[in-house]
T-cell receptor
Framework: EAGVVQSPRYKIIEKKQPVAFWCNPI?????LYWYRQNLGQGPELLIR????????DSQLPKDRFSAERLKGVDSTLKIQPAELGDSAVYLC???????????FGPGTRLTVT | SQKIEQNSEALNIQEGKTATLTCNYT??????LQWYRQDPGRGPVFLLL?????KEKRKERLKVTFDTTLKQSLFHITASQPADSATYLC????????????FGTGTRLQVTL
């Protein structure tokens, strides 16, 4: 099966600019996760979707971050405006119903200058 | 406060030896624990899951133990190979519903000839 697809793989922007990341999960995976991974750290959950519903967004900085998962398939994570501290790798993952294994995409490396 | 600790120093071992990585946690009551492998520039890849009522799990050259009294999991790679060189992350879920994984910082393993 095809893996989790993310784009772009790399993005460099100036602070205060907007940026968006896109994720296409594995077909049939109804749960989708967005994580942020800082250098030398493990991934930290930002938001979790069950189909099109955001069921856990407690870690999402809602003043500048937003996400959507229209039709319960693809998802977009947006930052507006970006800050220097947002530089990190943004990972998307998906999982099947009743399966604890998460499948990760390659991530988008964001650099804010 | 809740904490997951993995050895931040890299583990260097010789090919053919057994690598043992440690994951300690505090203020969690995990229903299960997962181990992931992460290569540079890639997303984590699921390796093994062990439940709170299981003491040991094996998969090929991999073995995971889970001691809820010591609040510790050990991850072993037997007959290690240079291709096993990567960062290994442990992750806990104490909801029992696969809804929220919290990752450790990971330990980098380097296997040399």
């Amino acid at each position: 099966e095809a893996g989790v697809v993310q784009s772009p793989r790399y993005k460099i922007i100036e602070k205060k600019q907007p940026v968006a990341f896109w994720c296409n999960p594995i077909s049939g995976h109804n749960t989708l996760y967005w994580y942020r991974q800082n250098l030398g750290q493990g991934p930290e959950l930002l938001i979790r979707y069950e189909n099109e519903e955001a069921v856990d967004d407690s870690q999402l900085p809602k003043d500048r971050f937003s996400a959507e998962r229209l039709k319960g398939v693809d998802s977009t994570l947006k930052i507006q405006p970006a800050e220097l501290g947002d530089s990190a790798v943004y990972l998307c993952a998906s999982s099947r119903p009743d399966n604890y294994e998460q499948y990760f995409g390659p991530g988008t490396r964001l650099t804010v200058t | 406060s809740q904490k997951i600790e993995q050895n931040s120093e890299a583990l260097n071992i010789q090919e053919g030896k057994t690598a043992t990585l440690t994951c300690n946690y505090t203020n969690y009551s995990p229903a299960y624990l997962q181990w992931y492998r992460q290569d540079p520039g890639r997303g984590p890849v699921f390796l093994l899951l062990i439940r709170e009522n299981e003491k040991e799990k094996r998969k090929e050259r991999l073995k995971v133990t889970f001691d809820t009294t010591l609040k510790q999991s050990l991850f072993h790679i037997t007959a290690s190979q240079p291709a096993d060189s990567a960062t290994y992350l442990c992750a806990l879920d104490d909801t029992g519903t696969a809804s929220k994984l919290t990752f450790g910082t990971g330990t980098r393993l380097q296997v040399t000839l």
